[in-house]
């Protein structure tokens, strides 16, 4: 059979099927009642009142077994055989009561109709030819009995003509609500994945967006939110306590939404954000859609472009400075070497020189930020190359600067620039040492080298046992020109960092415990870097 039908194992299909038969169970308990009352004898011209009353028990009894045994029809077979036994007892009851004058034809057309609700095409067709082949048939045989029936055929062909109408109006119909049906389906469909896109774009974004009714409860929080905030949830819970900052930010727009909200810090040491606010209407709901920017990504990128200008302005107004600065130093080397300079006139002259190097190295450092040559990463076995530089910095260092190297067991391997990993590691071990030198006799620096168990990723750490950076300076320390040396540059954290980023590694401040300074060089994966 080549027909379509609807999805019975559907809730639609179940549901059409069960009012099916609830539809017949009706039907046969009207028709038990009617005869168990003696009205059938009163209300109908029965042709055949034993094989009636038969018939309707029958039609009864096999209808309540149908509906409890058949729920979820597995083949089209089945609710073709359904439709089929009940359009066939139908007629035989139609047969028994009369023919027409019974109203049981009306009956059959009904049963026709809910039968091409789940059985459409050709074979929806077919149950509606039986049933008009049953009604013509049966009253023709009818008449053989009762020549008073041979005036129904006009009255039974109208029958059949309806049955075959019905069957062809409710496939149209079904077809139209099945096509409707599908197409709501497949925007259903459409309009999930949409939202499940947009939740997954939502969650990934690094802005955080955060959804707030009018008690400042957070109906929404995506993740970039939670990472800016410090927090691991925020669904359902009041923002005040989470963060007051924002809240008084909030506070400040709804008085005067003109008014670019201030920055704020939700954690010591997490990004400055810059909080914007829209309002959002849902009926008599009303709402606050927030926005939260990390700006040091941003500052950060102005802060390169700042020092890339600068560069360029240095580099064309080098010579002009260098030359004179070369003149005054080689003045001042010579003023030291006169015999007829004084105590106090010798002291100026080292001034002189001291400030004149000073200089040099400013220019030389901005220079370097203009000219810095690209990363040319290679793949360094780190224990033998931390050695090695171990080996040679302890080579020239003075007598009352310690170098201690700590490896782990195994090989750890990574991609980067060896010459300007070199760089990184003299800053930072110099710095150590200075520091570490203020506090003890002897400046120390510990060289631990290690694989992250987390994320199995090589790790540097460079130690001191020196004063520690204090905490409302950590913001400031890679940030160019800041310095708290009087005779300091500013530019060797910020440089090391960039030396980092630009081979995929990452530089770090961790406090020690105990006192001291950690710096943290997270390598790349060797395989990961091309």
Known sequence: MNAESLPLGGVQGRRILRLYHLYRLAI??????????????????????GLFRNGSWFYLILNTLVA?????????????????????????????????????????????AIANIMLRGRIGLLIAAVAAIGLIYLTFYLSLSRPAAAAQYVQVGALGAL??????????????????????????????SLEALNALILQRMRTGILVLDDQHRVLLANQGALTLLGCEALAGKILDPHCPELVKRLQHWQDNPTLRPANLQALVDGPVLQPSFIPLQRGEQRETLVFLDDISQIAQQAQQLKLASLGRLTAGIAHEIRNPLGAISHAAQLL????????????????????SRRMNLVIENVLQLSRRRQAEPQLLDLKYWLHRFASEFRSSASPDKTLHVETQAGTIQTRMDPHQLTQVLTNLVQNGLRYSARQHRQGQ???????????????LEVLDDGAGVPAEQLHHIFEPFYTTENKGTGLGLYISRELCESNQARLDYKSREGGGSCFRITFAHPRKLS
């Open 68 to 112: 409890v045994m058949v729920q979820r029809p597995r083949s089209l077979i089945q609710v073709f055989s359904l439709a089929l036994v009940d359009v066939i007892l139908l007629s035989g009851l139609f047969y028994a009561a009369g023919g027409t004058p019974s109203g049981i034809g009306t009956l059959l057309i009904v049963a026709v």
């Open 445 to 459: 620096v510990w060289l631990k080298l290690f694989r992250d168990p987390a994320s199995e990723l090589p790790v």
């Open 28 to 49: 046969g308990l009207v028709l038990v009642l009617l005869i168990s009352s003696d009205l059938d004898s009163e209300l109908l011209d029965l042709a055949h009142p």
């Open 336 to 355: 030291q070497e006169s015999e007829d300079l004084q105590g106090p006139d010798q002291r100026l002259a080292q001034i002189i020189q001291d400030h």
């Open 163 to 192: 049955c075959f109408a019905a069957a062809l109006f409710v496939q149209g119909i079904t077809k139209r609500l099945h096509a409707s049906e599908s197409l709501a389906e497949q925007r259903a469909a459409d309009v999930a």
